[in-house]
């Protein structure tokens, strides 16, 4: 009995110190470096988007070409090149906004907020239009430090604004304070979606994410994204980021 409680107090002991140096180590400063390493003044990238309706049988997807620029943190346009069924389809992200252009119709829709955790109409996948909207990750989420190794930190993401999500978890390198993985939760189905970084590349001087593959742990489908051209800090039309002109 000695013997087991002396277990016990080690245990406890290792735990209460554990605890102990998460606490004094300081979140913000991982978050707002995550926020500066990710961070251009813009963007102009070139991509493919393969949707998987069964994650497991690799045969069976949709390869469609997407066309990106971003502006700052918050900003973004996307246009689907191909295939012709979608060839023309727009989304803008604007500082918290999203509006989409539908060429079958000729029409543009502003995304409301309850919307925001649907996939994109005529395209579908596994990316929802609040996944591929931008925004600093210190002023969506509120974090705390999990666990800490050598290698990595696990940190909890609670939503301050409203969110499709209850919480998210993020791996993120200690080296390079790249996110290798985001475990998204909802509070209807749990553990949902994981996105999954499988490759990093070094661009333009700048170590960034070219293979990452979105997974959906409800539906058992899932959304790959290759970045094949990216450039960074170059100029770019005002236009792809004003509501009135960006499906002109």
Do not use: C
């Amino acid at each position: 009995m000695k013997r087991i409680v002396t277990r016990t107090a080690i245990l406890l002991s290792a735990l209460f110190i554990s605890v102990s140096l998460f606490a004094e180590e300081d979140v913000l400063p991982i978050i707002r470096k995550m926020d500066e390493v990710g961070q251009t003044s813009s963007s102009i990238a070139k991509m493919s988007m393969l949707t998987f309706p069964y994650s497991e049988d690799n045969s069976n997807y949709r390869d469609m070409k997407v066309l990106a620029y971003g502006k700052g943190e918050d900003n973004s346009y996307m246009e689907f090149i191909s295939p012709k069924s979608i060839k023309g389809l727009r989304i803008l992200s604007l500082e918290g906004n999203q509006w989409v252009f539908f060429p079958s119709t000729g029409r543009v829709r502003k995304i409301a907020a309850k919307s925001k955790d649907k996939s994109i109409q005529g395209v579908g996948g596994d990316f929802s239009y609040e996944d591929l909207g931008g925004g600093s990750m210190e002023e969506k989420y509120s974090f705390k430090i999990l666990s800490s190794d050598e290698k990595l930190w696990v940190l909890e993401g609670i939503p301050i604004k409203e969110s499709a999500y209850s919480k998210i978890l993020i791996t993120v390198s200690k080296e390079t304070y790249q996110s290798h993985k985001v475990e998204f939760y909802t509070e209807e189905d749990g553990h949902k979606k994981d996105l999954v970084t499988e490759e990093f590349k070094t661009i333009s001087g700048r170590l960034m994410p070219t293979r990452m593959t979105m997974l959906n742990l409800v539906k058992q489908s899932k959304t790959v994204v290759i970045i094949h051209e990216a450039q960074y800090d170059v100029p770019i039309d005002e236009k792809y980021f004003n509501p009135m002109r960006f499906y002109k």
